[in-house]
């Protein structure tokens, strides 16, 4: 079955450094990649969908220049949280549409605790 | 803009009970409706996906259930087991996934 990796399960940095975390689909082209957060006993918010070879598209309310998308590859989509601080403290996790099944359903990597001190 | 309310918030029934999770979205225009299961600090499972055109799944004990035209759906667990305890998420399909808040359920033996 499809296999989305995501590294690193958890990082700790201080304030005003910046993360990258990256997502990788092992054994099919995702031309289109989510990026999600989730807050301690809240739901999953979509933050962006990323896109292979062109730019993200946000949702309302999530900064662009904060949060960086990079999709140059059909198998590697990264996330940096840049200048980041103890409120981007969150589980991310990313999730991508293989199109060999029509994009359903979406796989999901095993998500990303960011803990900012 | 979707909405998706899942009831209850959380729920606790002793080993064997059958129990039926609830899921509504606002906006009937969906491709598909997921089910996942998430851990705690863990990421998500899928455990069914009903297509639009579907009126319901089934997966061992589990069997979803979609009214697209009222907005709903609903994911039965027969049978319950304490390896069952977790959040359980829905999920509507408009292009993008969006999610509902979930229901933590605690199966004690």
């Known amino acids: 079955g499809a296999v989305v990796s995501q590294h690193p399960s958890w990082v700790i940095c201080k304030s005003g450094t910046s993360v990258k975390i990256e997502c990788r689909s092992l054994?099919?082209?995702?031309?289109?990649m989510f990026w999600y957060r989730q807050f301690p006993k809240q739901s999953l918010m979509l933050m962006a969908t990323?896109?292979?070879?062109?730019?993200?598209?946000?949702e309302q309310g999530v900064e662009k220049d904060k949060f960086l998308i990079n999709h140059a590859s059909l198998t590697l989509s990264t996330l940096t949280v840049t200048s980041a601080h103890p409120e981007d403290s969150s589980f991310y996790i990313c999730s991508a549409r293989d199109p060999r099944t029509g994009g359903s359903p979406l796989h999901f990597g095993n998500g990303t605790r960011l803990t900012v001190t | 803009k979707q909405e998706v309310t899942q009831i209850p918030a959380a729920l606790s029934v002793p080993e064997g009970e059958n129990l039926v999770l609830n899921c509504s979205f606002t906006?009937?225009?969906?491709?598909?409706l997921q089910w996942f299961r998430q851990d705690p600090g863990k990421g998500l499972t899928s455990l069914l996906l009903i297509q639009s055109s579907q009126r319901e799944q089934t997966s061992g004990r589990l069997n979803a259930s979609l009214d697209k035209s009222s907005g709903r759906s609903t994911l039965y667990i027969a049978a319950s087991q304490p390896g069952d305890s977790a959040t359980y998420l829905c999920?509507?399909?408009?292009?993008?996934?969006?999610f509902g808040q979930g229901t933590t359920l605690q199966v004690k033996p």
């Open positions: 054994d099919f082209q995702a031309t289109t």
């Open positions: 999920a509507s399909n408009t292009g993008k996934l969006i």
């Open positions: 990323s896109n292979e070879g062109s730019k993200a598209t946000y």
């Open positions: 906006d009937s225009a969906i491709y598909n």
